[in-house]
């Protein structure tokens, strides 16, 4: 699906350029002329990223952003005639994302555009890849939090510790000291019971028949691990 943008300028020749060129390079175009007007289409449309005028009518540009940034993180680049540093501080204070001074190469929006959306793409892939799902049990490594049937799981720290270790490492066999060297840190022999238990309770989590588990397996004589095969 193209990406859609909003061009907001009170310059007609600068929207018309900016179109044309934009969408020779596939992107979707919206426009409007002040700040009302691009407050009301941005509420009532879906888009990618906003190229926004400082100097507008109605509402001028800081403010239009602070209004989109009160809904939404989508990417703002602010265009302005001016050249002084106070307005590039206040347009990057209140949510920009970038910064251009007219007259600007047509060039180098497009240029700047193609790094923001770069940027954006990576961004949701590290999320997206923070989020593991495992049948019908979710587990997001950026909050720490774990869900089954969309019911939240209260683990503990050590639990969702053991359960990260096993997911991320999916039919690799941990023994007992292995996992007290690598989640409890230590060094020496600890205490082997620590594990089991910690285990025991973790299946009661996230099995729905403990004695039968599902995902957490133990491997008779040497350790514990985790698959989602059946």
């Not at 992107?27 to 400082?54: C, H, I, P, R, W």
């Not at 007219?102 to 793409?121: D, G, S, W």
Request: with cysteine.
């Amino acid at each position: 699906m193209p990406k859609r943008i909003l061009i907001v300028d009170d310059e007609p020749l600068i929207v018309k350029g900016l179109k044309y060129s934009l969408e020779q390079d596939g992107y979707e175009t919206e426009s409007a002329q002040d700040g009302e007007d691009a407050v009301n289409k941005f509420l009532s449309g879906q888009y990618d990223l906003v190229l926004l005028d400082v100097m507008l009518p109605k509402l001028d540009g800081i403010e239009v952003c602070q209004r989109i940034r009160e809904r939404s993180n989508v990417p703002i680049i602010m265009l302005t005639a001016k050249g002084d540093d106070m307005d590039k501080i206040l347009g990057l204070e209140y949510g920009a994302d970038d910064y251009m001074t007219k007259p600007f190469n047509i060039l180098e929006v497009k240029a700047r555009i193609k790094t923001i959306f770069r940027r954006t793409a990576m961004m949701q892939r590290e999320t997206a890849q923070r989020v593991i799902t495992v049948r019908d049990m979710q587990i997001n490594m950026n909050n720490r939090s774990v869900s089954i049937a969309g019911q939240e799981v209260n683990l503990t720290a050590k639990e969702f510790d053991l359960l990260q270790l096993f997911v991320t490492n999916r039919g690799k066999v941990f023994s007992r000291e292995n996992l007290l060297e690598t989640i409890w840190k230590y060094d020496y022999l600890g205490d082997l019971r620590t594990v089991d238990v910690h285990i025991r309770r973790l299946r009661e989590k996230i099995e729905r028949v403990p004695s039968q588990p599902e995902y957490i397996f133990t491997k008779w004589g040497v350790g514990y691990y985790f698959t989602d095969k059946d």
